[in-house]
């Protein structure tokens, strides 16, 4: 028995949906996602209520009336309300800048490196220690956050890099001399 493939996606004022066949879009105040939904999965709607229902009980099937649901779910949050994930830039001159779309990052290289913003995505810059990434697609926006981090993790040394902003770093110790 899934509790979360069972539980109903009550849909807010304001944001619409259609279901075709195995296809899903969502119309919101932020913007439009479309999905294809698994075979084995198919969805009801009744007025602002959708159920997600699966054709057996096979492990595989039980796993994706979960997954459906819950992916569901985050678009017509997302196309509600934006998702954020925010990255802090720790270090000595590391720095990053907007230009345009795009950032500037700065980080000890001997260049600086440049991340295209993917479509749908867009970044903000408080100040030049901090990147917001924002879009309406949870999973691009957690992707983009996970490729720009890669660019100059967080060592555990001195903890230089880039790092989520709730992530804790476990510092190590570094040699003992005699």
Same mark, same amino acid.
């Given at each position: 028995m899934s509790r979360i493939g069972n539980a109903p996606i009550t849909v807010p004022a304001g944001i619409e949906v259609k279901i075709e066949g195995q296809k899903i879009t969502v119309k919101g105040p932020k913007g439009t996602l479309e999905r294809e939904i698994h075979k084995n999965i198919s969805l009801e709607q009744d007025g602002n209520v959708i159920t997600v229902k699966r054709i057996d009980d096979e492990p595989a099937n039980r796993g994706l009336h979960g997954l459906t649901r819950t992916l569901i779910n985050n678009m017509i949050i997302g196309v509600e309300k934006e998702y954020t994930k925010e990255l802090q830039i720790n270090g000595v001159g590391y720095r990053v800048q907007k230009q345009g779309n795009d950032l500037k990052l700065v980080l000890g290289y001997s260049h600086d490196v440049i991340y295209k913003a993917p479509a749908g995505i867009s970044f903000d810059v408080p100040n %030049?220690?901090?990147?917001?990434? @924002? /879009?309406?697609?949870?999973?691009?926006?957690?992707?983009?956050?996970?490729?720009?981090?890669?660019?100059?993790? %967080?060592?555990?040394?001195?903890? @230089? /890099?880039i790092k989520y902003a709730d992530e804790v770093i476990r510092r190590k110790e570094g040699k003992t001399g005699k």
């Amino acid at each position: 028995m899934s509790r979360i493939g069972n539980a109903p996606i009550t849909v807010p004022a304001g944001i619409e949906v259609k279901i075709e066949g195995q296809k899903i879009t969502v119309k919101g105040p932020k913007g439009t996602l479309e999905r294809e939904i698994h075979k084995n999965i198919s969805l009801e709607q009744d007025g602002n209520v959708i159920t997600v229902k699966r054709i057996d009980d096979e492990p595989a099937n039980r796993g994706l009336h979960g997954l459906t649901r819950t992916l569901i779910n985050n678009m017509i949050i997302g196309v509600e309300k934006e998702y954020t994930k925010e990255l802090q830039i720790n270090g000595v001159g590391y720095r990053v800048q907007k230009q345009g779309n795009d950032l500037k990052l700065v980080l000890g290289y001997s260049h600086d490196v440049i991340y295209k913003a993917p479509a749908g995505i867009s970044f903000d810059v408080p100040n %030049p220690n901090t990147i917001i990434v @924002k /879009g309406i697609d949870k999973e691009l926006v957690g992707q983009t956050a996970a490729e720009i981090r890669t660019k100059r993790p %967080p060592e555990v040394y001195r903890g @230089k /890099g880039i790092k989520y902003a709730d992530e804790v770093i476990r510092r190590k110790e570094g040699k003992t001399g005699k």
